[in-house]
């Protein structure tokens, strides 16, 4: 009885995605359960897991392929199952076809992306899942290089065997490296699938990876329909930096960070106004009784938003914990979808990259973001004369159809009071 | 500054360096009365007298010998051999005695004698009378082999070779004797084991000595009209070899070609490609070529002689190779 392996929603808003790695070979024994294949959903790389028992007999879409949710991606059959009627029925372009989703024919990682997608024209490598080397070497045998050669397109990060040589016996020399950086490429008949000019050439394509094409498409849906104002304060931060480092000073299981100082003040100001903790609906807005605060993370694939539950109940130590082990599975790609939804409130922080101030985009359906700008000493009059103190600029962008001015600017001086007079969080 | 020849400039050498040092000798065939066979020592006997300018037998291993027993016994001898085809009759004293008696005697004896003498070929002398010895002398632990190209190179490394406390192998050239160059006055030297850079450039780099150092400039000059530009790293000491060097212009150059008057198998090229292949292999955009003799005994006929011997036109043809240029 054969198995069909969908392409499955493996979060709430997926809605197509991109099979990464199969990993397992086709004729491969399976029992429910195996992990098939690695999937990059919208946000983070999940696992397809297989659910009946047999042999992979056909992986029905390359690895790099994008493929709608509900789609066919492979069939799971007995050895000698006849399963040909199953195949015919693949939704999935099949790797014999030239891929009509754009971006991704034999790509292996988003890296390889760039360089390849522009130039495997040539050549679509049309064979079942082997893992696509960046080129063919034209001719047989192993690439002639000499060893400047070599050394050159390694630290270029070019491969040897995908330019074509013009020194004896086809050897890849100085040259041919330097002409294929430069973007020229040594002309001759003899390869006809070559690396593009890719490290520098006059402009590089990337595909969008699906958390590029998520970020895209709901940050397009916030500024455009939410009118946002901004509220910008400037905190002195002097004593909640004393207190950092008295805490500091009691242990290593008391060390916190600055930021995770300014998380535990926003959860507890959220917390004493759910008029700015709140969802906006579309025909209601929901206040909210419980203060789940969203932490943006930058990745190199892009920004998410993991979220720390109940972040007004949480003491400083677990916030701090909590928030590093999030940041941590951030970069790695490995949040589940549980872990980045439901926040009702979200921060930002590009202090630590010397930012002063700036705007965040809301989180729909969130109704306001606090942007954090950089602590630094700063010159300011404290009682008639100029002092230097340790200043803090916030910047709360707001959902005017839920919360007014005046409503965000109340929250902000209750912020303040907590920031500057930290000993109220202990309250 | 004044121009001499290399002859002359062998000569000042000679004479200051036995003004220097009373134990400074020179023994060989024909060096006192007939003023030396290429007049090297002309004027010396009258100047020093018969106990510094000693007239020897036809009997390269005797007076050979007689030189190493008088350097062990305190003297500083210069053996003139006539050419080096002669010294085959004395290499056991060279490469038994003088190489190996410092280390055989524990360290009490030092030979403190420069063995010299025209190296390689001139014109039609025959294949008995025109073969380069560097390749045998330079496999020798415990002598030093240098080989000098101009007067200004001649000079100072003969009075290095004559102050140094080991035994030196000085190979001149008859081709050599009359080419010109410009030599200061007053005192120089050059250390043994230093080579020189003698054409700079960063197209290719050619490694050579003697002779045919004259060639290589020749060949960088020409090359230079065509935008080519050579390092021509003359070694001026075979052994030990200036490797730095060598290494510091292949890693500039990425290309090199050896210029050498002697045959191919096991010759002086063939080490200076050992050294560059395996350190600067990840330098290397091309094989290491080297120029030199033909694999016969030298012809008599000129035009088989001028075919056989290395030459610009041929280090042309290997620098282009190197350079992947047509």
């Known amino acids: ?427 | 500054m004044p121009i001499i020849t290399y002859r002359e400039a062998l000569n000042q050498a000679l004479r200051e360096e036995m003004s220097r040092d009373d134990r400074v000798y020179l023994m060989g065939e024909e060096v006192g009365v007939y003023q030396g066979a290429y007049k090297v020592s002309k004027g010396l006997l009258e100047e020093f007298g018969e106990n510094r300018v000693v007239d020897s037998p036809i009997a390269e291993l005797g007076f050979a010998g007689i030189g190493v027993g008088s350097a062990m016994a305190g003297l500083r001898p210069v053996i003139e051999f006539m050419t080096w085809n002669f010294a085959l009759l004395a290499i056991d004293q060279v490469v038994n005695s003088a190489a190996k008696m410092l280390y055989m005697s524990g360290g009490q004896y030092n030979v403190p004698i420069v063995f010299r003498g025209p190296n390689g070929a001139a014109l039609q002398l025959g294949a008995q009378h025109s073969q380069a010895f560097e390749s045998w002398l330079a496999h020798i632990p415990g002598i030093k082999v240098c080989s000098p190209g101009t007067p200004y190179d001649a000079k100072g490394l003969l009075k290095s070779a004559i102050r140094d406390d080991n035994p030196v192998v000085f190979l001149e050239g008859e081709m050599l004797y009359n080419t010109k160059g410009e030599v200061p006055e007053g005192e120089y030297l050059i250390p043994l084991g230093k080579a020189d850079l003698k054409r700079e450039g960063s197209d290719c780099t050619i490694v050579t000595s003697g002779k045919m150092v004259l060639v290589a400039m020749q060949v960088a000059d020409q090359l230079a009209k065509d935008g080519v530009h050579l390092d021509v790293l003359d070694l001026l000491t075979i052994r030990p070899m200036d490797v730095e060097a060598i290494y510091a212009s292949v890693r500039k150059t990425q290309r090199a070609v050896v210029l050498e008057e002697g045959w191919e198998i096991c010759g002086i090229g063939a080490q200076v490609v050992d050294f560059i292949q395996r350190e600067c292999f990840d330098h290397l955009d091309a094989p290491v070529l080297r120029v030199h003799q033909a694999d016969v005994p030298m012809p008599y006929a000129k035009g088989l002689e001028k075919i056989a011997k290395p030459d610009a036109a041929k280090t042309i043809a290997a620098i282009k190779q190197v350079m992947y240029r047509a």
Not at chain 1, 318 to 329: D, F, G, Q
Not at chain 1, 331 to 338: A, I, M, N, Q, V
Request: proline share 7%; hydrophobic share 50%; charged share 20%.
């Open chain 1, 1 to 427: 009885m054969a198995t069909k392996i969908f392409m499955e929603a493996l979060s709430p808003t997926m809605e197509e995605g991109r099979l990464v790695k199969w990993n397992m070979p086709e004729g491969a024994a399976v029992k429910s359960g195996d992990v098939l294949a690695e999937v990059e959903t919208d946000k983070a790389v999940m696992e397809l897991v297989a659910r009946g028992d047999g042999v992979l007999r056909k992986q029905l879409v390359v690895e790099g392929t994008t493929a709608p949710v509900g789609s066919l991606v492979g069939v799971i059959a007995a050895a000698d199952e006849d399963i040909a009627a199953l195949v015919s029925g693949a939704a999935v372009p099949a790797p014999a076809s030239a891929p009509s989703t754009p971006a991704a024919p034999a790509a292996v990682a988003p890296a390889a992306a760039a360089a390849s997608a522009a130039a495997n024209a040539a050549a679509p490598i049309a064979a079942p899942p082997a893992a696509p080397a960046p080129a063919a070497p034209a001719g047989t045998g192993p690439t002639r290089s000499s060893p400047l050669a070599r050394r050159l397109a390694r630290e270029s990060g070019l491969d040897v065997g995908a330019i074509a040589g013009s020194g004896p016996g086809g050897r890849v020399i100085k040259r041919d490296i330097e002409a294929a950086m430069s973007g020229g490429g040594a002309a001759t008949a003899l390869s006809a699938v070559r690396r593009p000019p890719s490290a520098v050439g006059d402009f590089t394509d990337q595909p969008l990876s699906q958390i590029r094409k998520t970020i895209a498409k709901r940050l397009a849906e916030s500024i455009g329909p939410i009118p946002t104002f901004y509220l910008t304060a400037e905190f002195d931060m002097t004593r909640a930096v004393e207190m950092r480092a008295q805490a500091a000073g009691l242990g290593d299981e008391f060390k916190v960070s600055v930021n995770d100082i300014v998380l535990k003040a926003v959860a507890t100001a959220l917390a004493a106004h759910p008029e700015v903790n709140a969802h906006w609906l579309g025909d209601k807005i929901r206040f909210f009784n419980r203060v789940h605060l969203g932490m943006a993370v930058a990745t190199d694939d892009g920004l998410i938003v993991p979220v720390i539950f109940d972040a007004d109940q949480k003491g400083l130590r677990e916030i701090s914990v909590e928030s590093r082990a999030l940041a941590a599975k951030a970069r790695e790609r490995k949040l589940t979808p549980e872990q980045y939804t439901g926040s009702t409130f979200s921060v930002s922080n590009l202090g630590m990259m010397q930012i002063d101030q700036f705007t965040a985009i809301i989180n729909p359906p969130e109704c306001g973001i606090l942007a954090i700008g950089v602590l630094e000493d700063t010159p300011v009059v404290v009682d008639g004369a100029v002092a230097v103190r340790k200043r803090m600029r916030v910047t709360m962008s707001c959902d005017h159809r839920v919360i007014d001015g005046a409503v965000g600017a109340r929250f902000l001086l209750d912020l303040r009071r907590m920031l500057e007079n930290p000993l109220m969080l202990v309250f």
